[in-house]
């Protein structure tokens, strides 16, 4: 096993000098099937566990449908109309193999297809989403980095309590705030609501960038925090020190030798930030009253539909899979040596 | 461990603001001037000699009724700490004895656990399994347990294949008592700096989920709770989210100082540093003596 690894590194250090499309494919590809390979067992696991929530629950479609008092041959027909007077691994099979082909169900509560609802939610949840990633990647990455290249110094100081204050903020905390300072103080942007892009990018942009802010305040503290620290690290690599004395120009140290090295880590934390972000997207969409993934989440989960609930967890256990996946390829194209642990 | 953290001036800080938390989460509910569900005709009211924090939208006392939520934020957030504790680092420490089955299947569980939204997740269960912070708290803290997992099976791994444990092997010691003699005494400085970071986790998650008015029956004050109902006055009373988010936020900052300091007084690196800052007092003191009044 060592041996192997060890001979893999040497391929890789070799693409990186001359690097060759064949080299860049293959480590795709060993990339994907590595997260495939763990991603598989997570994918089962995790929909077994969610499915076995309806069970626990007790809670059943009857209810909702008939009202508390209704008698016990109606409560036995809706159920068996639902299919729920199945064994419980017959049940599992006849939901699983629904989700792989795309079906979530219906609805307890109208019957409506779960599938669509959500797809209909997730267009609001992802712009607002995409944008805070954006926005959290650029302003983390500039503090960061201004951070670590002028550290010691105040504005290094200032950049880190600034972040440290951000990073226990809320996501709700920072919703109210900015709705107060740009909704109800100066009247800039709408405090609620949402418009699809179809409508306009102005509009669109002008709903989303409160959400999106909020959500974002997280994400700038890790990856500026991460940065940092990273950057600092690489700084005092022996070969930084032997590019300096080589007298290679402080630039080209930076973006060859010490970003290269540096962005490894906060790369790997957005992926962990993620789900974070999918579950702060709750309370973001309340706050300002986006009708998104998250307030479906809520919704269903305070009328006790279970279907929906089921069916909100496994799009956002396959959206953390897949953003993952992005992180790892990305990792795998920016930093080759943290292809070979894991 | 306790005098090292108190002879920094972070740790000082972080916990004398625990401690006035944790005062706050035993005693508010007696502390509590008034009655915090009792309602009255001023409502919105400004801070005054009888309402230090103003009334609410229904004319209660909002300091009482911040005295009064607090146990529930407390009590929530060290719940999640402490169940993440016993789930991830008790596999954590097996997971190196124990076998490759063993620790195949905890490692799959432990990739599944981190890939599962946990505020979502806490949404539904409480929602599926019964109105109640308790339950969603426990499987919030089995969701958040895989930091725990693999801060202490990264110490143990360190320690189990560190010569002096090879050597008591060697001896004929039991891994039993090499894992309450040598592993534990490594894992417990990550531990504890894992538990101070999940403690202002779970203060977010308990804050978000009261926020949402999930888990908990209506009348009943919680911080989050305050929050939400303050959204709706924002345009009569701008300042009213102030002090519920500044608790917030001043309890989480501190369990976040907390595990910095522990981070940095564990360990070899820490002792030095304990040292080398004694030194340098001792020597500060020892030439004010001398020079009675130098330049410094």
Do not use: C
């Not at chain 1, 974002?216 to 940065?227: G, K, Y």
């Not at chain 2, 997740?121 to 958040?144: D, K, P, S, W």
Request: charged content about 10%.
């Amino acid at each position: 096993m060592t041996t192997t690894t060890v001979q893999a590194s040497h391929v890789h250090r070799h693409g990186v000098a001359r690097p060759g499309v064949r080299h860049a494919l293959g480590r795709v590809l060993a990339v994907l099937v590595r997260s495939i390979a763990i991603f598989v067992p997570v994918f089962l696991v995790a929909t077994f566990v969610t499915f076995a929530l309806r069970s626990l629950s007790g809670l059943s479609p009857a209810r909702i449908q008939l009202g508390e008092d209704a008698t016990r041959e109606a409560i036995h027909r809706v159920e068996a109309q639902w299919g729920l007077d199945k064994p419980f691994f017959a049940q599992y099979w006849d939901w699983f193999s629904g989700v792989l082909h795309g079906q979530l169900g219906a609805s307890w509560t109208n019957g409506a297809d779960i599938s669509t609802l959500i797809g209909l939610g997730l267009g609001v949840s992802l712009s607002v989403a995409t944008f805070a990633l954006l926005i959290g990647v650029v302003v983390g990455f500039v503090l960061g980095t201004l951070a670590a290249l002028r550290r010691t110094t105040w504005l290094d100081r200032a950049i880190t309590g600034f972040v440290t204050v951000i990073s226990v903020m809320p996501a709700f905390v920072v919703g109210i705030v900015l709705i107060e300072i740009f909704a109800v103080g100066l009247h800039l942007f709408p405090s609620a609501g949402y418009v699809p892009a179809q409508q306009g990018t102005g509009p669109w942009l002008a709903h989303i960038t409160l959400p999106a802010l909020a959500l974002s305040f997280d994400v700038v503290a890790d990856v500026a925090r991460q940065l940092r620290t990273s950057l600092v690290a690489a700084y005092r690599e022996n070969y930084v020190t032997g590019a300096v004395v080589r007298g290679l120009s402080p630039r080209r140290i930076f973006f060859v030798h010490v970003l290269r090295n540096g962005l490894g880590p906060a790369l790997a934390t957005l992926g962990l930030k993620f789900p974070a972000l999918v579950g702060a997207s709750v309370v973001t969409e309340w706050i300002f009253g986006l009708q998104g993934f998250g307030r479906f989440a809520n919704d269903s989960a305070q009328a006790g539909d279970v279907p929906a609930v089921q069916g909100v967890l496994v799009v956002s256990i396959l959206l953390v899979v897949t953003f993952n996946l992005i992180v790892n390829l990305v990792l795998a194209r920016v930093t080759p040596a943290s292809q070979r642990g894991v | 461990m306790m005098r090292r953290i108190l002879s920094l001036t972070s740790g000082r800080i972080a916990l004398g603001v625990l401690a006035v938390i944790a005062l706050l989460a035993l005693l508010g509910p007696l502390l509590a001037p008034q009655d915090p569900l009792a309602t009255s005709g001023h409502t919105l009211a400004n801070p005054s000699s009888a309402h230090w924090l103003g009334t609410d939208n229904l004319g209660r006392d909002v300091l009482s009724r911040l005295l009064d939520g607090s146990r529930v934020s407390v009590a929530g957030s060290l719940e999640v700490a402490l169940t993440a504790l016993v789930v991830g680092a008790i596999p954590g420490i097996l997971s190196v004895y124990l076998g490759r089955a063993f620790e195949w299947v905890t490692l799959r569980l432990a990739d599944t656990l981190v890939a599962l939204p946990f505020l979502l997740f806490a949404v539904a269960v409480i929602a599926l399994l019964g109105n109640g912070l308790t339950q969603a708290m426990l499987v919030t803290g089995a969701l958040v347990s895989p930091l725990f997992y693999r801060v202490s099976r990264a110490a143990t791994l360190a320690v189990a294949r560190s010569q002096y444990v090879e050597a008591a092997l060697i001896s004929g010691a039991s891994i039993g008592w090499v894992v309450r003699r040598h592993v534990w005494a490594k894992v417990l400085p990550s531990i504890a700096v894992a538990l101070a970071q999940t403690i202002g986790v779970g203060f977010i998650i308990v804050s978000s989920l009261t926020f949402l008015g999930i888990g908990i029956q209506p009348p009943k004050p919680t911080w989050g709770g305050l929050l939400a109902s303050d959204l709706g006055y924002l345009s009569y009373q701008p300042w009213a989210p102030l002090v519920p988010a500044l608790l917030i936020m001043v309890t989480v900052w501190a369990a976040n100082l907390l595990a910095d300091t522990l981070r940095d007084v564990s360990g070899e690196a820490g002792r030095a540093l304990i040292n080398n800052r004694k030194a340098h007092a001792d020597r500060r003191s020892k030439s004010d003596l001398v020079t009675t009044g130098g330049a410094r």
